[in-house]
C-alpha cells in the first residue's frame, strides 16, 4: 500500500512554455500533498503544501504565479510550471499524506525530471 | 530551517550493521522522528518512524534516546543496495511539512 506516482517520469521542454506534472496517490485517499524541488546534489526543498479542496500554501520565495498547484481530487494533485525558463530545470518530487491518521508519513512519488531548454 | 543534523558521509562493509546517528535537540515532547532514504534520482522511500520507543520493522531499527534529542538508525546487515542518501526528519511542529536536512550518503562497500 501507500503508492504515489508521478507523470510524466521526464519531460524536456523549451523556454517559454508551461509543463503540467500530475502526482497522484493510487491506494490511499490523500488530504495533503506536498510539492519539492530538488537541484543535482542538493537535498529537497519543500515548495508548497496542497490540500484537498482548497489553495496551495507556498513556502516563502516560491512563486504562485509561476508554479501553479491544483487538487482537485484525494487522489490527484498537479503543479504547472508556467513560461519555464533554463533555471527551473529541477527534479520535481511530490508526496501525499493519508487521512483520519492512516498513512500519517508522507509517501513520495518518484519524482519528474523537467530539462528546460 | 532544518531541525536535525547528521553527518555527511559514512561507509559501512557490506554484511555489517550500518549506524546512522542524528541530533535533534531542539525536539518537542509530541514530534515523531521520521526516517527515509534517497537512492539516486529516486524518490524518498519511508523507512521507518518512531516517536519514544525504539522501533524496529522489517528495513531497519530506530533507537532514540530517552531524552528523545538524538536517534539512530540502524541497518543490521547492510548490502550494496542500502547505498543512498539517509535523511532524518522531525516534522515542522503543528503542521505536517517536513523540512528536509542535508543528510547522511551512506558508501556500503563490497
Known amino acids: 500500500g501507500a503508492v504515489v506516482s508521478q507523470h510524466p517520469s521526464w519531460v524536456i521542454c523549451k523556454s517559454g512554455t508551461s509543463v503540467k506534472i500530475e502526482c497522484r496517490s493510487l491506494d490511499f485517499q490523500a488530504t495533503t500533498m506536498f510539492w519539492y524541488r530538488q537541484f543535482p546534489k542538493q537535498s529537497l526543498m519543500l515548495m508548497a503544501t496542497?490540500?484537498?479542496?482548497?489553495?496551495?500554501?507556498?513556502e516563502q520565495g516560491v512563486e504562485k504565479d509561476k508554479f501553479l498547484i491544483n487538487h482537485a481530487s484525494l487522489t490527484l494533485s498537479t503543479l504547472t510550471v508556467t513560461s519555464a525558463h533554463p533555471e527551473d530545470s529541477s527534479f520535481y518530487i511530490c508526496?501525499?499524506?493519508?487521512?483520519?491518521?492512516?498513512?500519517?508519513?508522507?509517501?513520495f512519488g518518484p519524482g519528474t525530471r523537467l530539462t528546460v531548454l | 530551517d532544518a531541525k536535525t543534523t547528521q553527518p555527511t558521509s559514512m561507509d559501512c562493509a557490506e554484511g555489517r550493521a550500518a549506524n546512522l546517528p542524528c541530533n535533534h535537540s531542539t525536539i518537542s515532547g509530541n514530534e515523531y522522528v521520521y526516517w527515509y532514504r534517497q537512492i539516486h534520482s529516486q524518490g524518498p522511500q519511508y523507512i521507518i518512524h518512531?516517536?519514544?520507543n525504539n522501533e524496529t520493522n522489517e528495513m531497519a531499527s530506530l533507537i532514540i534516546t530517552e531524552d528523545r534529542k538524538s536517534s539512530t538508525l540502524i541497518l543490521p546487515h547492510a548490502t550494496l543496495r542500502d547505498t543512498a542518501v539517509y535523511y532524518c526528519i522531525v516534522r515542522v511542529s503543528g503542521t505536517y511539512k517536513y523540512i528536509f536536512g542535508t543528510g547522511t550518503r551512506l558508501k556500503v562497500l563490497a
Open positions: 496542497s490540500n484537498e479542496g482548497s489553495k496551495a500554501t507556498y
Open positions: 518512531g516517536l519514544k
Open positions: 508526496s501525499a499524506r493519508g487521512a483520519r491518521g492512516d498513512y500519517n508519513e508522507q509517501f
